[in-house]
């Protein structure tokens, strides 16, 4: 117990968490008992841990692993968030059915994985906290404790169970014991049990949920609010500036300074996959995307994220982008309805950027009153390239700059870098803690697909190859599981740019990219290809009447070449039988004008051959033919 608590005392307090208007900024301060979704102190143990050892990429493991490996995750949260002290240690090993040595195993494999969350994923199946319930009865478990115990109107255990032992009868299963089902039960969230049971407000009032909190955030990068719209403004195709549409914009806003962390652009409607790639952007160090862009101008803004909220009507449920941020310990959650304190600031910001695109060449305005007799699409001249340019120049030339009232007329740059040098320098900090493996991070945001390895490479993307040597010893491999089928590989994409996909090498376990064949090709993005592959050239209604009339001639030509050769076979055949016939009727009247000889009666037996009168002339070979 001692070594944990010099441990603890060692490191300097979590910035995003732990430094509140009541809570002193020495490195001194008490440790403060927080709420689960406000905890950040976990990352605080991280600052000597040993780079991450290779594992598998987090979307590989199995979704009961996984759940496993975040609840794990919770027990060292709340170990670490708990005072130093042997009772409160063991008080966390009770709630979560485990001896406090299992905490502290937990604890090592979670520095030695570099804060990693998959690090805590069972090896095998088996254990204490493993199921070893038949995959059916499992099922069945967990349809009684959601539809059952988790809805209203509320239910004891007994009687769940109950419908749960009926359940297993009918589909002839070994039924559980009722002591399962309250382990089931004990392993939600309280928040979970009293907002399904009760309602949000009760469990507002009961747990004192984040409003509060939420409404002081007293650190950058502790709280964001993530959110989208699609731009008042019509943009051009990169090679014939054509008009390809609107595009829609997904913004990560820090709460405390106001600073726009990061940003996504795209054509795609607003999914996991915007909200992940604008999260990686936020996290980041942005030098390297600047300088591709040619923007002279800083963006200090990196470091891993505490609490971010995003719009309520995404499904972030089984998505990799959830997996993520919680690999990463990021706490991501849907903005309650009916609560405008957790999206206000990001929507008050989206509107200041759609006034700003007004401005633009090809707007469409926010209503058509607005716009008139106004022609967005022949005044149109941004690509999806320069518009992102344009974005970026104004949030980091303008907005960065710009004193704002909600933060007390400072600028959103000023309130962001003073907060670092007032109290990051008492902290020992510069900035919000990064990522261990910054290559590492940024791909397992991106999404994946699974294909087999051929002679040819491998094809995604609607037709387009990609090989490289490191994928020569995985041509035409069969699955291990299924030797009579092909064994599938993992590789992942950044949808802005597919020119290059990215191979897990299940022996070095890494990612490696894999370019396409075609290297003249210039990159394009996923919606560029989509784009390609859907295109249909317009009709030229001169050339389907002369395909018309060429098929009716083609059809002419065949009908006719047909009926002559059927002719002629025809005449032929008659040719022939009469010729046949014209020889058997000649050869009959040869016969009756050209008696048969007799034999001459010399007296002697014998025909007298210097007799040539008794000899018959025989018709010509000519006649007779």
């Given at each position: 117990m001692s070594r944990l608590r010099e441990h603890l005392q060692s490191i300097p307090v979590d910035p995003r968490d732990l430094l509140r208007p009541d809570i002193t900024s020495s490195p001194s301060a008490p440790l403060m008992r927080v709420t689960r979704r406000e905890s950040r102190s976990i990352r605080d143990i991280l600052a000597a841990a040993t780079p991450a050892a290779p594992e598998p990429p987090i979307s590989a493991l199995k979704e009961r692993a996984w759940e496993e490996a975040v609840l794990r995750g919770q027990a060292i949260r709340d170990m670490v968030a708990a005072p130093a002290?042997?009772?409160?240690?063991?008080?966390?090993?009770?709630?979560?059915?485990v001896d406090v040595s299992t905490l502290y195993r937990w604890l090592s494999r979670f520095q030695e994985g570099g804060g990693r969350l998959s690090a805590l994923a069972p090896k095998k199946c088996g254990g204490k906290s493993y199921s070893r319930l038949d995959p059916r009865v499992e099922d069945l478990v967990t349809k009684a404790v959601d539809e059952y115990f988790l809805e209203q109107p509320r239910r004891q255990v007994t009687s769940v169970w109950d419908d749960l032992d009926d359940a297993c009868q009918a589909a002839g299963l070994e039924p559980p014991s009722i002591n399962t089902l309250w382990n089931r039960i004990k392993r939600l969230d309280d928040h979970l049990i009293l907002e399904r049971r009760y309602s949000a407000r009760v469990a507002r009032e009961k747990l004192?949920?984040?409003?509060?909190?939420?409404?002081?955030?007293?650190?950058?990068?502790?709280?964001?609010?993530?959110?989208?719209?699609?731009?008042?403004?019509?943009?051009?195709?990169?090679?014939?500036r054509l008009p390809i549409g609107r595009p829609w914009i997904t913004v990560v806003e820090d709460i405390y300074s106001r600073m726009i962390l990061g940003f996504y652009v795209s054509l795609d409607p607003p999914s996991a996959l915007?909200?992940?790639?604008?999260?990686?952007?936020?996290?980041?160090?942005?030098e390297s995307w600047l300088a591709e862009r040619g923007i002279d101008l800083a963006w200090a803004c990196q470091g891993l994220l505490g609490c971010a909220y995003v719009d309520s009507g995404l499904d972030l449920n089984g998505s990799l982008m959830k997996r993520g941020c919680q690999e990463y310990g990021i706490d991501l959650q849907n903005r309650p309805l009916g609560q405008p304190d957790f999206g206000g600031h990001v929507e008050r910001?989206?509107?200041?950027?759609?006034?700003?695109?007004?401005e633009l060449p090809g707007t469409t305005y926010s209503n058509v009153a607005e716009k008139g007799d106004y022609d967005s699409t022949a005044q149109a001249c941004m690509t999806l390239q320069e518009f992102e340019i344009w974005i970026a120049q104004y949030i980091l030339g303008v907005y960065h700059n710009r004193p704002h009232r909600g933060i007390g007329r400072q600028s959103p740059r000023q309130r962001y870098e003073s907060w670092f040098q007032e109290h990051g320098k008492n902290l020992g900090i510069t900035g919000a803690p990064l990522p261990h493996d910054q290559h590492r991070f940024r791909l397992d945001f991106l999404p994946f697909e699974?294909?087999?390895?051929?002679?040819?490479?491998?094809?995604?993307?609607?037709?387009?190859?990609?090989?490289?040597?490191?994928?020569?010893?995985?041509i035409k491999e069969k699955d291990p599981e299924n030797p009579k089928k092909g064994r599938k590989f993992r590789f992942a994409y950044d949808p802005r740019d597919i020119s290059i996909i990215y191979f897990w090498h299940p022996v070095s376990e890494e990612y490696v990219p894999i370019p396409w064949k075609d290297s003249s090709k210039r990159p394009l993005s996923l919606w560029e290809r989509r784009r390609e592959t859907q295109e249909r050239p317009s009709e030229d209604p001169l050339a389907k009447a002369t395909i018309r009339k060429s098929r009716t001639?083609?059809?002419?030509?065949q009908e006719g070449a047909k009926a002559a050769t059927q002719k002629i076979r025809r005449d032929f055949a008659r040719a022939k039988q009469h010729s046949t016939k014209n020889i058997h009727r000649?050869?009959?009247q040869d016969t009756s004008r050209f008696p048969l000889p007799t034999r001459p009666n010399t007296g002697l037996g014998e025909?007298?051959?210097?007799?040539?009168?008794?000899w018959i002339p025989v018709a010509p070979y000519s006649v007779i033919e």
């Open positions: 002290r042997k009772d409160a240690v063991e008080e966390v090993a009770a709630r979560y059915r004192g949920d984040l409003p509060s909190s939420f409404k002081g955030a007293s650190a950058p990068h502790a709280l964001v609010q993530i959110d989208h719209t699609k731009a008042d403004v019509l943009l051009l195709d990169e090679e014939l915007s909200v992940g790639l604008a999260i990686a952007h936020a996290v980041l160090p942005k910001l989206i509107g200041t950027l759609m006034r700003k695109t007004h699974e294909r087999t390895i051929q002679r040819s490479g491998v094809e995604m993307h609607h037709g387009i190859s990609y090989f490289a040597d490191v994928l020569r010893p995985f001639a083609m059809r002419n030509t000649q050869i009959e025909p007298n051959l210097q007799d040539e009168a008794a």
